[in-house]
């Protein structure tokens, strides 16, 4: 049965939340007064549908169950977690908290805040104990951090249990050591804002200039590695103390004007806005968000692929859910179901169907999963030792497009010391739309030559064989290019 999330205020942020969730498998119940939410949630779950399971190379749970409600009882009754997410005034989250309490006072409360601290929050609350602060960044469906802010009065198990339901839906949860107000990035966000409204306000820069220097230059250092790394990377093979013995002088000089604050008046925000129209006008809110989700998806897609920054987050997440799926039966006869994969962005072609390469690359996946299976993993490769392809043949029978779930099985058609050879077959609702049959040796890396492969792997690999010579014989076996069908 599908756990229950209950989201309390479905405008940007708390309908981020619950697309996270909903996508992650949960079932969400909203509560949000505005009779517009159910909209403005669809069209963010629209982009979350189209923008999340790029990031995963594991297929997506089935979606939750999406239902709106009259009244935060009805939410968060049966909810094994609640995100409010109500504008910042202090007041109002009192009210909504206490309400959410009258009917879950033991429920595990994340409140999105940017500014308020817990023990703010917590104030005259039913359980203190429960209310935390989970503050995520837009867009909450595709970047992972949310910073979780405890007070004293917060059980470490109940922090404990948050952060883990965070992580069970692809977050990062940063566990911030001490209450602070704005707490970690918005503080360093809210700096930098402040001293670009300066050079806007003094005409050094425009909203445009100020954004092409961030995005041109130290934006993209900072997506990868943060300042501190930076700083050390550039202060080269002396590292951070040449840095800051180079660069510490000029926290002296006045190059900013962080300790004075622009007078906020409508003049400002008549220059503010006018530029940004003259920016980005010409693009709807909506293409905005789906231009930068697009670009996210290649940024973090690059982190993933280097096991990186964000990208560690996504590998994770992939690695939960495939220990989290039940291992095939060996000794049956019956091909194993080794891979599951989504049809990606990245894989289609120009006719929009999935290019040649991704077949290649799905048959890759089920087959790396097979070797896995049988004890040929990366900690075996390492010790110098794997299995080689040394031919393929791949047979093209159907089309796949973007989103479409794909199943990978192996059948063992034979197997001894140095040779494997295994019939793949990539399923798409049951049905095959390619095949491949592969010879594999197992080869000594250091030697350059074929050995005979270890008792260990020939112990997991050899019933499986004999277990699969009951199978027929696949009709695609053995052909050649060309060959007529028989």
């Known amino acids: 049965m599908a756990r229950k999330a209950a989201i309390i205020g479905g405008g940007v942020i708390g309908g981020g939340w619950a697309t996270r969730f909903l996508l992650s498998g949960w079932d969400v119940a909203i509560f949000d007064p505005d009779p517009e939410a159910p ?6 779950l629209a982009n979350a549908r189209a923008a999340l399971p790029a990031l995963s190379d594991v297929p997506m749970p089935a979606e939750g169950k999406l239902t709106f409600t009259g009244t935060i009882t009805e939410a968060v009754e049966g909810a094994d977690y609640i995100q409010e997410s109500v504008g910042e ?47 995520p960044f837009n867009p909450v469906y595709l970047l992972p951090l949310a910073e979780v802010v405890p007070s004293p009065v917060n059980p470490p198990a109940s922090v404990e249990a948050a952060k883990e339901i965070l992580r069970e ?28 409204l300066w050079l806007v306000k003094d005409g050094v820069a425009t909203t445009e200039e100020i954004d092409e220097a961030i995005r041109m230059g130290f934006g993209l250092r900072w997506g990868q590695m943060g300042l501190f790394e930076t700083y050390r990377v550039a202060g080269g093979e002396a590292g951070m103390k040449h840095f800051m013995a180079q660069f510490g002088p000029c926290l002296t000089w006045p190059w900013t004007k962080l300790m004075d604050v622009p007078e906020f008046n409508d003049e ?35 982190l993933k692929e280097r096991n990186w920054g964000a990208g560690k987050v996504l590998l ?43 077949y290649l690359f799905a048959s890759s ?3 790396d999963a097979f070797l896995r299976f049988i004890g040929a993993d990366m900690e075996y490769v390492h010790s110098g030792y794997s299995y080689y392809t040394a031919e393929t043949h791949i047979m093209h029978l159907d089309e796949a497009k973007l989103g479409e779930r794909l199943t990978g099985t192996v059948q063992v058609l034979y197997a001894d010391e140095k040779r494997l050879h295994i ?33 260990a792997i020939l112990d997991r690999l050899l019933p499986i064989a004999e277990a699969h010579k009951a199978l027929p ?8 290019v060309g060959q007529k069908k028989g």
């Not at 409140?111 to 989970?134: C, D, H, M, R, Y």
């Not at 209450?179 to 930098?192: G, P, Q, S």
């Not at 400002?268 to 006018?274: K, R």
């Not at 798409?428 to 592969?438: D, M």
């Open 169 to 196: 839906i692809g977050m990062f949860p940063l566990h911030i050591r001490k209450e602070i107000d704005a707490h970690i990035a918005d503080r360093f966000l809210e700096a930098v804002w402040r001293e670009a």
């Open 473 to 480: 014989v696949p009709p695609a076996a053995g052909r050649h």
């Open 89 to 135: 005034r202090l007041d109002l989250k009192h009210r909504v908290l206490a309400q959410i309490q009258q009917v879950a006072p033991d429920t595990l409360i994340g409140s999105s805040t940017s500014g308020f601290k817990p023990s703010e929050l917590q104030q005259n609350a039913a359980n203190p104990g429960q209310i935390f602060v989970a503050h």
């Open 423 to 455: 019939f793949i077959r990539i399923l798409k609702a049951g049905e095959p739309i390619a095949t491949l049959e592969q010879m594999l040796l197992h080869v000594d890396m250091g030697l350059g030559k074929t050995t005979p492969a270890p008792k």
């Open 365 to 367: 996946e089920t087959v």
């Open 39 to 44: 909209r403005k949630v669809g069209e963010v």
């Open 268 to 302: 400002l925000v008549d220059l503010i806005a006018g530029q940004s129209d003259a920016q980005s006008g010409h693009m709807t809110i909506r293409e905005l968000e789906r231009a930068r989700d697009q670009n996210l998806i290649g940024f973090l897609r690059v």
């Open 316 to 358: 994770d997440h992939d690695a939960r859910r495939r220990a989290a799926a039940p291992d095939p039966v060996p000794e049956t006869a019956a091909p194993l179901e080794l891979a599951h994969m989504t049809v990606l962005p990245g894989w289609i072609d120009y006719n929009g169907h999935m290019t040649e390469s991704r």
